[in-house]
């Protein structure tokens, strides 16, 4: 069989092709259990600090989570838990970012009028710009927010809003559509567990 021919190509190709699939597949089963561990550790995370948890010790996130939701149910918009006495609600959330779908979990009080805590937990936002609801200074302005009427991002804050009594949080500059997406997704959250709770808050 010639080397230059079209069958021997063809040939070379396939066989090539399988055996990089079936590496990717062994690497896929090999890494399987490792990755949706993280993933359970990372939503489990996400759930404390939208609770207020304290978590400096990274090592017991699966027992302090199962401490604080020791009903945990996948099919219901809420969970409820109670920290330091004081009944919250804790809630996933999804929405439209600018690129993407961001995900997170966001925390209130049982009346829904503040905000407890609130932890991105994926987004494909641009670096640098929308990618920084992220960081710590962003999130942190979240914290006790009073959200009676609805929350406001406003734009040329001076990144971070230390008035938690006025409904506002800071927008990121340069990112005034991410900005905007997460007052919508924070608010629209508010309105579906307003419907869901109905009066059993």
Request: net charge negative; charged share 20%; hydrophobic share 35%.
């Amino acid at each position: 069989m010639k080397k230059d021919g079209l069958i021997y190509t063809v040939i070379v190709s396939i066989l090539a092709a399988f055996l990089f699939v079936f590496l990717l597949s062994m690497a896929y089963g090999a890494t399987k259990g490792k990755v949706e561990e993280n993933q359970r550790l990372t939503e489990a995370r996400a759930y404390l600090i939208a609770s207020g948890v304290d978590i400096t010790n990274e090592k017991n996130i699966e027992e302090t989570f199962d401490r604080y939701f020791p009903n945990f149910q996948t099919d219901t918009s809420y969970q409820r838990t109670n920290v330091n006495g004081e009944s919250l609600i804790i809630s996933p959330f999804q929405g439209n970012g600018l690129w993407g779908i961001i995900t997170g979990v966001i925390g209130f009080s049982s009346d829904l009028q503040h905000i407890v805590g609130f932890e991105v937990v994926s987004h494909v936002e641009t670096p640098g710009l929308g990618g920084r609801i992220d960081e710590s200074w962003f999130k942190n302005q979240f914290k006790g927010e009073f959200v009676g009427k609805g929350l406001i991002v406003k734009h040329g804050g001076n990144g971070g809003d230390t008035d938690p009594g006025n409904g506002q949080v800071d927008g990121i500059t340069g990112a005034s559509r991410t900005s905007d997406a997460i007052q919508v997704i924070v608010n629209n959250q508010i309105d579906i567990l307003k419907k869901d709770l109905g009066g059993k808050n």
